[in-house]
């Protein structure tokens, strides 16, 4: 079975800080991860996602993930956060030949001016 | 090319009433899921379709709840005798294959009084 746990369900940074809002994941096969972001009232869009490729993978917005094999960890970084990255961000695994996304349960990013 | 479209928006509905809810998925895309997010949670698998099929219901409560997916027109899923449980948002998304990257609607908010 697969699982993800994000850390930390509010996160708040002042404008120009480093963002990182981590992710944990569990799975018996070789994972794909994603990141999406969810505005208010809004739906998902997606940030980046890791297929086995590069370990360091850059998404939209300045925003990158590292994978961890051996933490088994997809932490999110930005090195200097917007006012307009404030947001709710989901971490979510699947895997090759399966189509349920399970997602952590959130991180909302409040960014301070 | 237009993005996964879900209607209403937003859906208000007393108790007792039935909730239908529409996702056209995105040109060519014949796979369609739908998610569940509570308020202060995750997305939560619902159920899986390809044209006029049930693939995985898996995630469906056993009662009220049911979906479709025709060979015209759009994915519905259905709720009958809402209750202020199903308030929530629900998310369709859609892929060309069933490993494929699933794209995400904006989502229908439903709220029961």
């Known amino acids: 079975a697969q699982s993800v746990t994000q850390l930390g369900s509010h996160v708040s940074v002042s404008e120009g800080a480093l963002v990182l809002l981590r992710c944990n994941y569990s799975?018996?096969?070789?994972?794909?991860l994603f990141w999406y972001v969810q505005y208010p009232n809004q739906g998902l869009q997606l940030l980046l996602k890791?297929?086995?490729?590069?370990?360091l993978v850059k998404g939209i917005n300045g925003f990158e993930a590292e994978f961890k094999k051996s933490e088994t960890s997809f932490h999110l970084t930005k090195p200097s956060a917007h006012m307009s990255d404030a947001a709710e961000y989901f971490c979510?695994?699947?895997?090759?030949?399966?189509?349920?996304?399970?997602f952590g349960t959130g991180t909302r990013l409040k960014v301070l001016a | 090319n237009a993005g996964v479209m879900q209607n209403p928006r937003h859906l208000v509905r007393r108790r007792g009433q039935e909730a239908r809810l529409r996702c056209s998925p995105m040109k060519g895309h014949s796979h369609v899921y739908w998610y569940r997010q509570l308020p202060e949670e995750g997305l939560k698998f619902m159920v899986y379709l390809q044209k006029e099929n049930i693939i995985d219901e898996s995630g469906m409560p056993k009662e009220r709840f049911s979906a479709e997916f025709p060979k015209e027109g759009p994915s519905i899923l259905r709720i009958q005798q809402v209750v202020r449980g199903d308030s929530a948002a629900y998310f369709c998304?859609?892929?060309?294959?069933?490993?494929?990257?699933?794209?995400f609607g904006q989502g229908t908010r439903l709220t029961v009084v």
């Open positions: 979510a695994v699947t895997t090759s030949g399966t189509y349920k996304y399970i």
């Open positions: 799975s018996s096969v070789p994972p794909y």
């Open positions: 998304a859609s892929s060309r294959g069933m490993d494929g990257e699933a794209f």
């Open positions: 890791y297929t086995s490729a590069a370990t």
